[in-house]
C-alpha cells in the first residue's frame, strides 16, 4: 500500500511500531519544513561531494544493495505468513499486527520524494536543482536507513544516515513555523506535550480508554476519512500530515511500544491531532468521535 501525506496516521501506524521510527518522522519533518538554510546544510553534506566519478559510482552501487536488504523489514504480507505457517488465527493477528508494516521503504522513498520533496514544496522551484538534488538524496538515505534499522547491519545503517546525523550537528534544521500549522497549533502542541509528560498511571488511563471505545471503530474510520478529505480540499494536508509526525514523535517520547501501537493506542491518539488541527473543518458528531480518547483520559474535576 503506498504512503500518502493525507493518510499520515497511517504512515504513523508503521512508525511507532519501527525500532528507529522516531528518526524516520524526524526525517520526514526536516523535509516538510525546509528552508533554503536547512536545503543548505543537508547538500553540504552530501557524501559523494568531492568525490571523483569511480566513487561517486561506488556509492550508488552501495545505496543499491542496502535498498534491497531494507527489503528485509517485516511486511503484513510475510507476517500474516508467518502466522499461518503456525496455524493459529490468533497468532496471525498479532503477528500482522505487532511485526509488519504496512508500508515498505520503496513507498516511504517514494513519500519522501515526491510528495513531501515534490513540486508541492514552496521552496522546490526557487532553488537550485543540484543544491535541492542532493539534499533530497541525504533525506532519502536517512529515511531508508531508519526504516530498516532493525535489519540493516550497523555499518550499513550507518553509512545511510550519517550525513543527515552530521547537518543536525549544528541544530535543529526547521522549527514549528516550516510547518504551517495554522491556528490550531497551541492547541495540538498542548495535547502532544500532554502525551509526551505521560506517566505509567496515564499511559493506562490511554489503554483503557482504547477498550472502552471499541465499539466505535466504524464511526472512528469513518470520520478520519472525513478529517483527511477535509485536509486534502482544504490545502492542509502537509500541515496535517507534520502534525502526524510530531504526535509519533511524542507518542514514543510517552513510553508507548509496539503493542500500544498495534492495539489502538496509536489510532486514538492520531484521531485526537485529525480532530485538533481540522476542528474548524469538521463536523460536530465527528470531531467528538476522534476527540472521545481524551476526553476519557482527562483526569476527574
Given amino acids: 500500500m503506498p504512503y500518502s501525506l493525507v493518510s499520515a496516521a497511517t504512515l504513523g501506524f508503521d512508525l511507532v511500531r519501527l525500532p528507529a521510527g522516531r528518526a524516520v518522522a524526524e526525517v520526514l519533518l526536516t523535509g516538510l519544513g525546509a528552508d533554503e538554510d536547512a536545503v543548505s546544510r543537508l547538500a553540504a553534506v552530501h557524501p559523494a561531494r568531492g568525490l571523483d566519478r ?9 545505496g543499491r544493495r542496502a535498498r534491497e536488504m531494507a527489503a528485509g523489514v517485516p511486511h503484513m504480507r510475510s507476517a500474516a505468513d508467518a502466522g499461518a505457517a503456525a496455524g493459529d488465527r490468533t497468532a496471525l493477528l498479532v503477528a500482522q499486527l505487532e511485526q509488519g508494516t504496512i508500508g515498505d521503504a520503496p513507498t516511504l522513498e517514494r513519500l519522501l520524494r515526491e510528495d513531501v520533496l515534490g513540486s508541492e514544496h514552496a521552496l522546490r522551484a526557487e532553488l537550485d536543482v543540484d543544491l535541492w538534488d542532493e539534499a533530497t538524496e541525504v533525506l532519502a538515505d536517512a529515511a531508508v536507513g531508519f526504516w530498516a534499522a532493525g535489519v540493516l547491519p550497523p555499518l550499513v545503517r550507518r553509512d545511510l544516515t550519517a550525513a543527515f546525523d ?7 534544521l526547521v522549527g514549528t513555523a516550516g510547518w504551517g500549522l495554522g491556528p490550531a497549533e497551541p492547541e495540538l502542541t498542548s495535547f502532544l506535550a500532554s502525551v509526551r509528560d505521560l506517566d505509567d498511571a496515564g499511559r493506562t488511563r490511554w489503554r483503557v480508554a482504547v477498550d472502552e471505545g471499541r465499539a466505535a471503530h466504524r464511526p472512528w474510520a469513518t470520520a478520519m476519512h472525513e478529517a483527511s478529505w477535509a485536509a486534502h480540499v482544504s490545502g492542509r494536508t502537509r500541515a496535517l500530515a507534520a502534525a502526524q509526525l510530531l504526535a509519533v514523535q511524542a507518542f514514543l517520547d510517552g513510553g508507548f ?9 496509536w489510532n486514538a491518539v492520531a484521531g485526537c491531532v485529525q480532530a485538533i488541527v481540522l476542528a474548524d473543518l469538521l463536523g460536530e458528531e465527528s470531531a467528538t468521535v476522534l476527540l472521545a480518547p481524551r476526553t476519557r483520559t482527562a483526569p476527574p474535576a
Fill in 54 to 62: 569511480e566513487h561517486r559510482g561506488v556509492r550508488v552501487i552501495r
Fill in 257 to 265: 511500544d509496539l503493542r500500544d501501537g498495534a492495539a489502538g493506542v
Fill in 166 to 172: 552530521r547537518a543536525q550537528d549544528a541544530g535543529p
